[in-house]
Structure formats: structure tokens, C-alpha cells
């Protein structure tokens, strides 16, 4: 259960989140200098965010060190950006969840075929594991949330992991998934990698992440402490390629929401993008947090969030 008082200090605006951190090299390059992109967070918390001046790659800095990580899924994040208060996950969150894996299960359709492994990595509360079991897949989740993967085993008999070490050496998969989960890690491409040497030849790997230039947010809105790496269609395609991994041409792309094949000797190699942190800067160029709640326009999407909350609350399954 989390502390009230942990959560209120992950809470409060104006002010810095609970940690120290560490500086880290850019996970996709291994180049040490950035440019400064944000410095305040969706929460109008002060929050450092640098863009890699070789890859362009976004990451937090300081980083936080891997316990503090775990403290902060242990202890807050599912209160404070799920407002799941108890063990159940919380019936807004499981409307979303089923949508997105119906979106999901529709895309990779042509490989969800019966009998095909399937990991998901980062299954959560586990409807996409149903949905693919539903299409007769044999299905595999990886889970650290001990409430979540309790929840998935529960409700859908699934087969949860804690890790993707507790795999068999020689596990290998038709189809894995990681929906936004890379963004949420300190070594997101090695992760990738790891992922994609879990695929069965002529297996295929969905990922999806938040897309850094998406329109119409302010910039600010598109950081937040749990999110610890940012990625744009280029970086993310980077990272993939990195993973010996390029875009499925049979597959319909969301700018970063991709299905990757395993690349070919035809696929060439992702040029550096050394202007792309300059570019990134710009467009995140940060808004005072005073001038923001000056212009009200705050208000729009305080007022959408919750519409959707309580939307998917009520929503019938």
C-alpha cells in the first residue's frame, strides 16, 4: 500500500520528486552531452528532461538509480497515475486496457494464429494476453507488478512472470509485445535487444511508445516522472534497428506504434540524427509553469482526463 506522504511529495507542484538519481550516458548511443528539453512535468513539478545531442534520444537527468525505481512502482505509481488505491485494478483502467488489446489483437491478427507463442512483455492486468488466447495462442506475460500479475493469473489464467530472465534460455516466440513499457525503463534498448533475440525466425515484434512530437499538447504535458526515456518514429526505429530489428512493410505503423520484422541485408542501418536534439529543444521549448496557469489552458485538459475517467468507469464490459 502506498504512503500518503510519499504519494504527496510525488504530488505537489512546484516542487522536486523524492530522489537523488545519477548520470547516465544516452542508452541507444552511449554519447554523454544533451540539451536541456523540460524542466517541469505534466504535474507542473520541476523534472529535468535532456535530449542526446547525437541520437536525439530523451531521458531523464538525473536518471533515477534502479531502486529508486523499483520504490517508486513499489510505493506510487499505480496511485498516482492510475488511482489504483487497492490491490483490484481499478475498473477505468480495465476499460482502456481491453480497448487497447482489442486494437492490438486486431493489428497483429495475421500472426496471432492458433498454437503461436505469444509474450507480452509488460502484460499488466492481462487482457491482451486473453485476447490473443482467445485467437488461440499459447500466451506468456511478464509482469514485476506483484497486484497486476495476481489480478492477470486470476481473471484470465494466465501464465505471469515476474521477469524475463524467470524464461527458459531457449523460450522463443512468434509474436512479442511491449506497449508502452520501453519508455518507462533505464536500458530501454537493451531491453529491445533482449526481446527481439526471444523472437522464432520470422517472428515479429510490436512496440509502443508515447511519440515525444505528437501535436497538440503543451510541451510540458508530455513528461512525467514515470516515463524516464522520451522517443520519437526516429529514435524508436534506432533503438529497433540496434535490436537487429526493422519496420514489417505488411504492417500499418502509427508514427510510434510499430510492428518490426527481423532486418534483412537489405535493410540499411539508421543514419545518425545529430540535428534531431536541436529540433526537439525547439519544439519542447518550456512554457513558465505560472504564465501556463495564468491562460487557463490548463483547464481543457484537466476537464478531458477526467471526462475520459469517468467515462471508462461507467463504461459496461
Given amino acids: 500500500?502506498?504512503?500518503?506522504?510519499?504519494?504527496?511529495?510525488?504530488?505537489?507542484?512546484?516542487?522536486g520528486y523524492p530522489y537523488?538519481?545519477?548520470?547516465?550516458?544516452?542508452?541507444?548511443?552511449?554519447?554523454?552531452?544533451?540539451?536541456?528539453?523540460?524542466?517541469?512535468?505534466?504535474?507542473?513539478?520541476?523534472l529535468r528532461s535532456v535530449a542526446c545531442t547525437e541520437c536525439g534520444l530523451i531521458r531523464t537527468d538525473p536518471m533515477p538509480t534502479e531502486g529508486e525505481l523499483e520504490a517508486y512502482y513499489a510505493s506510487a505509481y499505480r496511485a498516482a497515475y492510475q488511482f489504483a488505491l487497492g490491490r483490484r485494478p481499478p475498473r477505468h483502467h480495465l476499460t482502456r486496457s481491453r480497448r487497447e488489446a482489442a486494437f492490438r489483437a486486431d493489428l497483429l491478427a495475421p500472426v496471432l494464429q492458433s498454437g503461436a507463442r505469444v509474450l507480452d512483455f509488460g502484460s499488466g492486468s492481462g487482457e491482451f494476453l486473453a485476447a490473443a488466447r482467445a485467437r488461440g495462442c499459447r500466451v506468456t506475460g511478464i509482469e514485476p507488478g506483484r497486484a497486476y500479475a495476481a489480478y492477470a493469473r486470476a481473471?484470465?489464467?494466465?501464465?505471469?512472470?515476474?521477469?524475463?530472465?524467470?524464461?527458459?534460455?531457449?523460450?522463443?516466440?512468434?509474436?512479442?509485445?511491449?506497449?508502452?513499457?520501453?519508455?518507462?525503463?533505464?536500458?530501454?534498448?537493451d531491453t529491445l535487444m533482449r526481446l527481439a533475440g526471444r523472437l522464432a525466425p520470422g517472428g515479429v515484434l510490436y512496440a509502443a511508445v508515447p511519440n515525444m512530437a505528437a501535436p497538440g499538447k503543451p510541451p510540458h504535458e508530455r513528461f512525467h516522472f514515470a516515463h524516464v526515456h522520451g522517443f520519437v518514429r526516429d529514435t524508436l526505429d534506432r533503438a529497433a534497428?540496434?535490436?537487429?530489428?526493422?519496420?514489417?512493410?505488411?504492417?500499418?505503423?502509427?508514427?510510434?506504434?510499430?510492428v518490426y520484422r527481423q532486418a534483412?541485408?537489405?535493410?540499411?542501418?539508421?543514419?545518425?540524427?545529430?540535428?534531431?536534439?536541436?529540433?526537439?529543444?525547439?519544439?519542447?521549448?518550456?512554457?513558465?509553469?505560472?504564465?501556463?496557469?495564468?491562460s487557463g489552458a490548463w483547464l481543457r485538459p484537466m476537464v478531458r482526463r477526467?471526462?475520459?475517467?469517468?467515462?471508462?468507469?461507467v463504461a459496461r464490459r
Avoid: Q
Avoid at 545529430?274 to 505560472?290: C, E, M, S
Fill in 20 to 46: 537523488r538519481g545519477e548520470g547516465m550516458a544516452c542508452n541507444l548511443c552511449g554519447e554523454t552531452e544533451s540539451l536541456v528539453v523540460a524542466e517541469t512535468d505534466r504535474r507542473l513539478k520541476r
Fill in 155 to 189: 481473471e484470465h489464467g494466465a501464465r505471469v512472470l515476474d521477469r524475463l530472465d524467470d524464461l527458459p534460455p531457449d523460450d522463443r516466440f512468434a509474436v512479442v509485445t511491449a506497449h508502452h513499457v520501453l519508455e518507462h525503463l533505464r536500458h530501454p534498448v
Fill in 306 to 313: 477526467n471526462a475520459k475517467a469517468i467515462r471508462d468507469t
Fill in 241 to 258: 534497428r540496434r535490436a537487429g530489428l526493422a519496420p514489417h512493410p505488411d504492417y500499418r505503423r502509427e508514427e510510434t506504434t510499430v
Fill in 264 to 294: 534483412g541485408p537489405a535493410d540499411a542501418p539508421r543514419p545518425a540524427a545529430p540535428g534531431l536534439a536541436r529540433d526537439l529543444a525547439a519544439a519542447l521549448a518550456p512554457v513558465r509553469p505560472a504564465a501556463y496557469l495564468a
Fill in 1 to 15: 500500500m502506498s504512503s500518503p506522504l510519499h504519494l504527496v511529495r510525488h504530488a505537489v507542484p512546484f516542487t
